[in-house]
């Protein structure tokens, strides 16, 4: 039996306009009086999840920031780790040196940019609050950063460019069409789901995850079950065990009745 349903965000427990579907919302309410305990999964920050565990009331710690803080609340956290202020600092200039404009993700919560750019409305639509401050050089942020992100396609050059010149010192991560995302090295979704699994002493065999995209990877290496919506990157789906309809048709609401619950 199943102890811990795991879910992305965005793609995956929401929909197209940001929102939890009817039957999504019926499902994860479903296993919370079944016992089965919920995390939500995402590359967002803590602030930007809350509307949802309270919707849900849920108390656990969650994986937020692609894993680089677990946290119950914004004064709550329970594990975190920031880009060291060297790495951080080159990285900011390589960016902006490339014409780009990215956001920095505090471990107070705030979302930071300095110079805005079109493609950040892509993280405004995702429910994001970005805060407009003077210079993301300042050392107040270059020492409080967990996650730099560049709202940029998988296509724009400036993603092999960055790799190339990060991939040996940071993790690098998409976790959406416009999120590309710089951590530290170890940190991961699946890595942080090692953790709350061992602090709730569950098995492999006790745990499904439910994602859409390459952040979600490291979890389905993790989980005894691993559901990909349709919607989801090719990589992803190929690593699932089961796909299920896409996000915005409620496909984690019927996977969850279906294989979960085991209600048709």
Request: some cysteine; hydrophobic content about 40%; overall charge neutral.
């Amino acid at each position: 039996m199943y102890k811990l349903l795991v879910t992305d965000v965005d793609g995956t427990l929401l929909d197209n306009r940001s929102k939890v579907t009817e039957l999504n919302r019926k499902a994860i309410f479903s296993c919370l009086n079944k016992g089965i305990k919920v995390i939500l999964a995402t590359g967002k920050s803590i602030s930007s999840i809350i509307p949802l565990m309270e919707m849900f009331g849920l108390n656990l710690p969650q994986i937020t920031l692609n894993g680089g803080v677990i946290a119950k609340s914004l004064d709550r956290i329970y594990q975190s780790k920031v880009i060291s202020e060297n790495d951080y600092y080159t990285l900011i200039k390589e960016i902006k040196g490339y014409g780009a404009s990215p956001t920095a993700a505090l471990l107070d919560g705030r979302v930071v940019y300095d110079c805005y750019h079109p493609n950040m409305d892509h993280i405004v639509n995702a429910g994001v609050d970005l805060l407009q401050v003077d210079s993301l050089q300042d050392p107040s942020i270059a020492q409080n950063t967990v996650s730099v992100h560049v709202p940029a396609k998988e296509s724009d050059p400036i993603d092999a460019y960055l790799r190339d010149l990060f991939g040996q010192k940071l993790f690098i991560i998409r976790s959406g069409e416009y999120f590309f995302d710089f951590l530290s090295k170890g940190l991961s979704k699946g890595n942080a789901l090692k953790q709350i699994m061992k602090m709730l002493s569950l098995a492999r065999e006790e745990v499904v995850v439910f994602g859409d995209s390459y952040n979600d990877l490291s979890m389905f290496e993790v989980a005894g079950l691993n559901i990909a919506v349709k919607n989801a990157y090719p990589e992803v789906i190929k690593k699932a065990d089961i796909v299920t309809d896409e996000n915005h048709k409620s496909g984690l609401g019927k996977a969850v009745f279906e294989y979960i619950l085991k209600q048709k």
